[in-house]
């Protein structure tokens, strides 16, 4: 079965640096572009980036432009969100999911920018 | 960006009894492969949004047949046939066909 599994958030002080994991399994990992998907404390759902099956694509929302970068290691079945640059508002739980219409999801890993 | 609006954004509900909410887009939702991508999340309390209907009107599967989408360019609309106590929770509907991908803000069914 389709297995997402988050990893590698916790607290970090504005401006810090934080990189999110996700451990995909069950399916050909390498035949799907990979998003993320985040949701702020009682808020609701955002998109924040995504990354083609290949990896040569990347799209961004304009709220992480230029602090975010997508990646992935089809190698490892694993895909990346390194978040630079962190804001207050960055706080939310983040969420990998599959394909570009979110056909399964992660149970999400929270991330929370505060001094 | 499209903006995709639901209605209502709280929804009573008695068990047993149908339940509907709609979702307009600012842009018609017709994609060039003449598909449109609308579809509507679940997000049980405590846990991960889960897609219910993808293209408007395809049920996932193990989505309960009590659960349907319908609507066109701008209008969709996810009806809850009878609605039971595992079904409260926040919908959302999303936009799969412009980007960036965009949700509507959210519609809380709880039991009356």
């Known amino acids: 079965q389709v297995q997402l599994v988050e990893s590698g958030g916790g607290v970090v002080q504005p401006g810090g640096s934080l990189r999110l994991s996700c451990a995909a399994s069950?399916?050909?990992?390498?035949?799907?572009?990979m998003p993320w998907i985040r949701q702020a404390p009682g808020k609701g759902l955002e998109w924040v980036a995504i990354?083609?099956?290949?990896?040569?694509?990347?799209y961004y929302a304009d709220s992480v432009k230029g602090r975010f970068t997508i990646s992935r290691d089809n190698s490892k079945n694993t895909l990346y969100l390194e978040m630079n640059s962190l804001r207050p508002e960055d706080t939310a739980v983040y969420y990998c999911?599959?394909?570009?219409?979110?056909?399964?999801w992660g149970q999400g890993t929270l991330v929370t920018v505060s001094s | 960006d499209v903006v995709m609006t639901q209605s209502p954004l709280s929804l009573p509900v008695t068990l047993g009894q149908p339940a509907s909410i709609s979702c307009s887009s600012s842009?018609?939702?017709?994609?060039?492969?003449?598909?449109?991508?609308l579809n509507w999340f679940q997000q049980r309390p405590g846990q991960s949004p889960r897609r219910l209907i993808y293209?408007?009107?395809k049920r996932d599967s193990g989505v309960p047949d009590r659960f349907s989408g319908s609507g066109s360019d701008t209008d969709f609309t996810l009806k809850i046939s009878r609605v039971e106590a595992e079904d409260v929770g926040v919908y959302y509907c999303?936009?799969?066909?412009?980007?960036?991908?965009?949700f509507g803000q959210g519609t809380k069914v709880e039991i009356k």
């Open positions: 999303m936009q799969g066909t412009h980007w960036p991908r965009t």
């Open positions: 069950g399916f050909t990992f390498s035949n799907y572009p």
């Open positions: 999911a599959r394909d570009w219409n979110l056909d399964y």
């Open positions: 293209e408007v009107s």
């Open positions: 842009q018609r939702l017709v994609y060039n492969d003449g598909k449109t991508y």
């Open positions: 990354i083609s099956y290949h990896g040569a694509n990347e």
